[in-house]
């Protein structure tokens, strides 16, 4: 059963990711504002997001879909669909951006997929099976400390929280080696999968960012929690995530006067 839906899933972002290819070359779609100036969503997502819902419920009909440019209901089995994360990197011409699909059952992460069109680079991982790029095994980073890591964060659209954000930042350009925002939660999920990243956090998420991210995450090896800590919540949008080396320590330098 794992084995069909993870092949469906695939074909769903082969086929979103033509798409997205076709109009990025273009540059000509509709962009409309959402909850601020850095939240887009284009004519593409939507199109793109009918596109991956028919082949999903055309092969799957009684599993629910939860997916981000429409109404939903919260569901424990379900897929987690972005269309397309980075909608923003999208509009500019900038070519880091990707089509994620999680399943969860019973609220468990048990399959990942992540497709960046432009790169043709396909994560995809079913929990106990380990996490794959393009069919070959991935795992997290040996770095064993943070003064040698490559960390990523990025920027909630509620930009209320932006002085906290600004000093975590500042926390891990102390600790750290360097911190780079990217603009794809799922692709920034992979990159510390596959050990191109040590480290990545950011809060303010929805589930559809991270569904897929997470069990790829957690495939190849890496730590997940909350940004207290804690225990990953697909509900609450917020990750820390790392090689298991470093994770405790990333999550207490970020904290480090922490004014909260
Ligand atoms: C966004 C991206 C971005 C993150 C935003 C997300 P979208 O997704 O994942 O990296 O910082 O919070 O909303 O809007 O491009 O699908
Ligand atoms: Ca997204
Ligand atoms: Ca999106």
Redesign the pocket.
């Known amino acids: 059963m794992y084995i069909r839906l993870k092949d469906t899933m695939i074909r769903a972002v082969e086929e979103a990711g033509a798409i997205l290819r076709d109009y990025f070359s273009t540059r000509d779609f509709k962009i409309t504002q959402k909850s601020m100036n850095a939240?887009?969503v284009t004519e593409v997502d939507k199109k793109v997001q009918d596109i991956v819902i028919g082949i999903l419920s055309g092969e799957f009909p009684d599993i629910s879909i939860v997916a981000?440019e429409k109404e939903n209901k919260k569901e424990a089995t379900a897929f987690y669909v972005?269309p397309?994360?980075?909608?923003?990197n999208f509009a500019h011409g900038f070519p880091v951006?990707s089509v994620s699909i999680g399943y969860w059952e019973n609220n468990e992460p048990k399959i990942g997929v992540v497709y960046n069109p432009i790169s043709h680079e396909m994560y995809w991982a079913i929990d106990g099976e380990g996490a794959y790029l393009n069919n070959m095994k991935i795992s997290v980073s040996s770095t064993s400390s943070l003064k040698n890591a490559l960390l990523a964060t990025?920027?909630?659209?509620n930009r209320d929280s932006i002085s906290l954000v600004v000093e975590y930042v500042k926390n891990a350009l102390n600790g750290a080696q360097e911190v780079r925002s990217?603009?794809?939660?799922?692709l920034?999920c992979c990159y510390v999968a596959r050990g191109a990243l040590d480290g990545y956090w950011?809060w303010?998420?929805?589930p559809w960012?991270l569904a897929a991210g997470v069990v790829i995450l957690k495939e190849a090896g890496a730590t997940v929690t909350g940004i207290e800590g804690d225990e990953f919540s697909l509900d609450r949008g917020d990750i820390v995530c790392a090689n298991p080396h470093i994770h405790e320590e990333l999550l207490s330098m970020l904290k480090s006067g922490d004014s909260r």
């Not at 990217?182 to 799922?186: E, F, I, P, Q, T």
């Open positions: 939240d887009l981000e972005d397309l994360d980075g909608t923003l951006f990025g920027w909630p659209y990217l603009g794809s939660a799922a920034e950011e303010g998420l929805c960012d």
